[in-house]
């Protein structure tokens, strides 16, 4: 599990631009040009700009270290452990910032050229109760690219299949889901007004309509299939069915607006619906599905992949990992032959999918945010070393202390409501399933209302459980705040005493990946992670979207502290965790 450093630029240099023939360390940043011995810009300049986006000085931390030591050179010491792990596919700061220049100054989804009842639908359906909608760095980017709008940016084609191969990669809560969706639809919606099967299959459908309200008809009763009965042109897959909810609740607001028909797909869907969708005689234009779902449908029906045109593969490092690996690509590889747009989508591009893609796509377009591999500077790391005292290597102590102090805390914020008060969700993450239960036992020991979810966890539970997590509303209790009192957590348990003011959620990674948990400010580390990859993903369930979250890792005797270090300088700087 090792970040690619490389994902912004698409392999044989191909991702540098065609006039730029220079050497690779050219770029400027911190880690762009490793051997300079000069700075690489203009400092002058970046003064007069007053650190206008594009500069280094946006990269500054609170106290305005940039990554340099105090000669000026790359401070490479600061991510040393990070790099002995060397996960995640690097960018130079140069790249980023040219990226950065490149992005569209879009203030609006009516400055894309959308179908208008489907730019209507961001704001009315999609992001309903929202003011002052824009459009997100990543959306800024991919979606006039995805579109085919003119965005002076090249956007290769393989001159044989004319397929556009697309790989997104912004950073977690950005907005991804919409950079691919809206000019998916878009594209199935044009697609649809010139194909001549289905317009064929329209003027049928009306003369027959006509035909049948005749009062001396007799012929047939039923209509025949559409064109795209089992035969679905846009397919996006997704790793979990609690993603294929979340993905299709949000298909399920566009195609309210633009009509289409679409399905979801996965262990939460029971088979009679998934047969009902796929197979319904109205057709079907669009599937959300995990892809053993999806391959299993295939199998007995091998024709549902032979009209597919736009295949989106999200969390792709997942869906490409040695667990999902051959039965996504089954489905790529029946695909292929009519895809015309294929996009690949993450927060994190490992570099072992980085080679992977440079190899199997050497065309693939590389659409990267600057601030990709890092985490929001909105979210805070507060570090608990639980081998000193109170704790005393005892985890468990220090989580439910943690959470006591998270509840203690909005408790003294009282809300407008007299005797009501704010929830807070938090959610735990742990490395080991058994140890979910585990974890969630003790802090019900404790008071608190905490719950397990684990691999075992039945689907369709996991999703009663995330719900609590992933609702925007705010959830309120009534309660007195006088009886969450200053009293520290014990060892031993508090009896009859509740924290009523917090829902815990004690997860695996499985809860990490994807799912929109808007609610969630406050994220608990219990095991440190493995990789900067599961630190990026566990902590990018809080600080979505503009938001503000706080992160608290439990280090213990076994951790690595020097990477712990690590992540927390680079967040506070809002540095990519490479
Ligand atoms: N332009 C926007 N303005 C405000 N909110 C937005 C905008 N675009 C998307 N959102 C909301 O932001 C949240 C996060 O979006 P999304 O789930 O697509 O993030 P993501 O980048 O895929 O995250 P992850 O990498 O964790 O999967 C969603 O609730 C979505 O409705």
């Known amino acids: 599990m090792v970040l690619s450093d490389r994902v912004a630029q698409s392999p044989r240099g191909a991702g540098r631009d065609r006039d730029d023939k220079g050497p690779r360390n050219r770029s400027a940043g911190p880690f762009g040009g490793m051997n300079q011995t000069s700075v690489p810009f203009d400092l002058r300049e970046l003064r007069d700009k007053g650190g206008s986006p594009g500069s280094r000085s946006d990269y500054r931390d609170r106290d305005g270290r940039d990554g340099r030591d105090r000669r000026g050179k790359p401070d490479e010491r600061r991510t040393k452990a990070m790099k002995m792990q060397s996960s995640l596919a690097s960018i130079s700061y140069g790249h980023r910032n040219r990226t950065k220049e490149s992005i569209s100054e879009v203030e609006s989804f009516d400055q894309f050229d959308l179908l208008p009842p489907l730019r209507e639908a961001v704001s009315g359906e999609v992001l309903k109760g929202m003011v002052d909608i824009k459009p997100t760095p990543i959306q800024r980017l991919a979606i006039p690219i995805l579109l085919g709008q003119n965005t002076g940016r090249r956007s290769r084609q393989r001159d044989t299949s004319g397929r556009q191969e697309y790989m997104l990669a912004a950073e977690t809560g950005s907005g991804k889901t919409l950079s691919y969706l809206l000019p998916l639809v878009n594209a199935l919606k044009k697609e649809e007004a010139t194909d001549p099967t289905i317009a064929e299959y329209n003027e049928y459908f009306t003369k027959q309509m006509e035909a049948m309200k005749a009062p001396d008809y007799t012929g047939p009763r039923e209509f025949d299939p559409h064109p795209t009965m089992a035969r679905p042109r846009v397919i996006i897959l997704v790793p979990t069915a609690e993603l294929v909810d979340q993905v299709g609740i949000v298909t399920k607001a566009l195609s309210h607006a633009v009509k289409f028909k679409s399905g979801r797909f996965s262990a939460n869907v029971s088979a009679r619906v998934i047969r009902r969708d796929m197979y319904s005689p109205g057709g079907i234009d669009l599937v959300v599905s995990t892809p053993h779902l999806l391959a299993s449908m295939a199998e007995s029906d091998p024709y549902i992949l032979s009209r597919v045109t736009h295949l989106v593969i999200d969390e792709v490092d997942s869906l490409f990992d040695r667990s999902f690996a051959p039965v996504t690509t089954s489905i790529l590889d029946r695909a292929l032959p009519t895809i015309k747009q294929l996009v690949l989508c993450s927060a994190t591009i490992p570099k072992w999918l980085d080679n992977y893609v440079a190899r199997q796509f050497p065309d693939m377009v590389r659409l990267t945010t600057p601030n990709l591999h890092s985490i929001p500077r909105r979210v805070q790391l507060g570090v608990i070393d639980v081998t000193k005292d109170p704790y005393r290597n005892n985890k468990d102590l220090a989580c ?80 007195d705040p006088a009886t969450i009192t200053d009293e520290p957590a014990t060892a031993s348990g508090i009896k009859g005493r509740k924290l009523p003011n917090t829902k815990v959620l004690v997860a695996t990674d499985l809860a990490s990946r994807g799912i929109d948990t808007l609610a969630v400010r406050h994220v608990i580390l219990y095991d440190c992670p493995h990789t900067t990859i599961d630190f990026i993903h566990r902590l990018g369930r809080a600080g979505r979207m503009r938001r503000r979250g706080r992160g608290i890792v439990l280090v213990g005797k076994e951790d690595r502290r020097d990477i712990v270090a690590e992540v927390r300088e680079s967040m506070h700087m809002g540095m990519a965790l490479i």
């Open 400 to 479: 439910a202390d943690a959470i006591w102090s998270i509840g203690k805390d909005a408790a003294s914020h009282e809300g407008t409501v007299p005797g009501v008060i704010d929830v807070k969700r938090i959610m735990v993450f742990v490395n080991e399933r058994e140890k979910t239960t585990e974890v969630a036992q003790y802090l019900v020991s404790q008071g608190i209302d905490a719950v397990a979810l684990h691999r075992d966890t039945p689907e369709q539970r996991q999703s009663e459980m995330l719900r609590t997590f992933t609702m925007n509303e705010p959830m309120r209790v009534a309660a």
